[in-house]
């Protein structure tokens, strides 16, 4: 009889381990998924963009950074220099000064700690000029630009010369005349260099985005 009972106890509790592990790992797909549809989005408009103004996209760029690597959501070439994107999708609300390295995500009844987007970015910035003047090329303009993919999303952030905005923003922003100017920039020239040193080993694709999702875990 006490067998059968610690038997029960077992398979209860092998039962509950087996819940909690497809629990986690669909919320971590279904998070993954929202990233990407988010990504999408932002790609499918600067496609539609680019076209028309001859320019070159690359999305989901993986640049060797020190001994590991960094993943760009968005990158735009065009004659008038770069646009760097970082696409954040989350709902809730955010809370954060862009000149401070942590914001506040809360969604619901959960809050978390957001490293800021901005200095994300601006570190995808540093390792795009550290190749493009591997390749001898200089003075580039670049623009830093986050977007928040989800419109939903409450923006409680301090202002700054920082440009953070909703994706519904972003056809408003690329059309500013900023973006029509011809400063002599070689289109072909910048997209090939980027091209010449992206990461396209999976190895270390899937270490960095291994490494995403730890960092992620230890700041919830």
């Known amino acids: 009889m006490k067998d059968y009972i610690w038997l029960l106890i077992g398979g209860a509790v092998l039962i509950v381990l087996a819940v909690l592990i497809v629990y986690f790992v669909y919320r971590r797909k279904r998070t993954d998924r929202i990233g990407v549809k988010g990504e999408k989005k932002v790609a499918g ?18 640049l060797p950074l020190y001994d590991k690597t960094t993943q760009i959501d968005h990158v735009v070439i065009g004659f008038f220099g770069m646009i760097v994107i970082e696409t954040k999708n989350m709902g809730g609300e955010v809370y954060g000064n862009p000149k401070e390295k942590n914001w506040t995500h809360i969604m619901g009844n959960q ?16 390792c ?13 303009s670049i623009d830093n630009v986050v977007v928040f993919a989800n419109n939903r999303v409450q923006l409680y952030l301090t202002k700054s010369d920082a440009v953070i ?9 690329l059309h500013k005349s900023k973006y029509d ?9 910048l997209y090939n260099a980027l ?3 992206r ?15 730890e960092m992620a875990k230890n700041k919830r």
């Open 111 to 126: 809050k978390h700690s957001l490293y800021n987007p901005v200095m994300q970015n601006q570190a995808h910035i540093d």
């Open 181 to 189: 100017k011809d400063r002599d920039v070689d289109v072909d020239r």
């Open 165 to 173: 905005i909703k994706l519904k923003f972003l056809k408003k922003l």
């Open 128 to 140: 795009i000029r550290h190749w493009l003047a591997k390749e001898n090329i200089y003075n580039i």
């Open 195 to 197: 091209m010449k040193h």
């Open 199 to 213: 990461v396209t080993d999976k190895a270390l694709i899937a270490r960095h985005n291994q490494d995403v999702e």
């Open 45 to 62: 408009i600067l496609k539609r963009w680019a076209l028309l103004q001859n320019y070159k996209v690359i999305n989901d760029l993986y």
